[in-house]
C-alpha cells in the first residue's frame, strides 16, 4: 500500500514537472517567433509610396494588345518583374501561376520586364507564359524604381499601389497580399509596430 502511494505521489510529480516544462518551452516558443517573424517581401524606399496613385501608361504587351496599368479596373493588378536570366524568378513561375490561377476572380497577374523582345518572347514560348499579360518597357521599371529582381507591386482595383517589394518566396509573395488586407506598408512594418506598441504598454 505504501509503495502504492509513493508511486502515484512521483508520477504526479512527474506530471507536474512536465506541465511546467511545456509551459516553460510554450512561452520560449512564443519569445522566439516574435524575434524571428516572418519575412515579407522586402521593400526599398525608392519610387512611389504605398498608398499613392500607380502610374498612369499604356504598354504593348508581347502577343499583341495593350495593357492599361492605374486606371480603375475591375481586378486589381500584380506585376511580376522578372527576367529571362533570372534563376529566382524562374523558380517562383510556378507560384506565381498558381496565384494567377487561385486569385483570378479578384487579382490580374502580369509579368513585367524590359530589353530585347526577341529573347522575351523566346523565353515566354519556353516557358509556356502566353496565358499571362507580358509587358517590355524600361518606363515602367524606372518609374516604379525597380532595381533588383524579382520584384511584385500589387495595385488595388482603383489604381492605388497597395504593397510592394523584392520577393524571392511563396510567404513573401503573399506577405503583399497580408499588408493589404491589414492597410500597412508591409508585413515588416506592422510587426514593429506591434512590437513598439507592446514594449509601450
Known amino acids: 500500500m ?17 506541465v511546467v516544462v ?3 518551452l510554450s512561452r520560449q516558443v512564443g519569445i522566439l517567433y516574435e524575434r524571428i517573424a516572418p519575412m515579407g517581401a522586402l521593400m526599398m524606399d525608392s519610387g512611389p509610396a504605398v498608398g499613392s496613385p500607380a502610374p ?8 499583341g494588345g495593350t495593357l492599361e496599368l492605374g486606371a480603375p479596373t475591375t481586378h486589381s493588378t ?9 534563376p529566382v524568378c524562374k523558380k517562383l513561375l510556378p507560384i506565381v ?5 487561385d486569385e483570378a476572380p479578384w487579382l490580374r497577374v ?5 530589353g530585347e523582345q526577341p529573347e522575351h518572347e523566346v523565353f515566354r514560348q519556353k516557358a509556356g507564359l502566353a496565358h499571362f499579360p507580358y509587358v517590355l518597357s524600361h ?14 507591386v500589387l495595385i488595388d482595383s482603383q489604381g492605388v499601389l497597395r504593397a510592394k517589394g523584392l520577393v524571392n518566396s511563396r510567404e513573401q509573395l503573399d506577405s503583399l497580399f497580408t499588408a493589404s488586407d491589414l ?9 514593429d509596430q506591434k512590437l513598439l506598441n507592446k514594449e509601450a504598454a
Open 2 to 18: 505504501e509503495t502504492l502511494i509513493i508511486s502515484n505521489v512521483l508520477a504526479w510529480c512527474a506530471v507536474i514537472a512536465l
Open 22 to 24: 511545456v509551459l516553460a
Open 56 to 63: 498612369r501608361l499604356s504598354l504593348p504587351q508581347l502577343g
Open 78 to 86: 500584380l506585376l511580376f518583374f522578372l527576367s529571362p536570366t533570372c
Open 97 to 101: 501561376e498558381r496565384i494567377r490561377r
Open 110 to 114: 502580369v509579368l513585367a520586364s524590359d
Open 139 to 152: 518606363e515602367l521599371g524606372m518609374t516604379l524604381r525597380i532595381a533588383k529582381l524579382p520584384y511584385a
Open 183 to 191: 492597410k500597412v506598408a508591409s508585413v515588416q512594418d506592422f510587426i
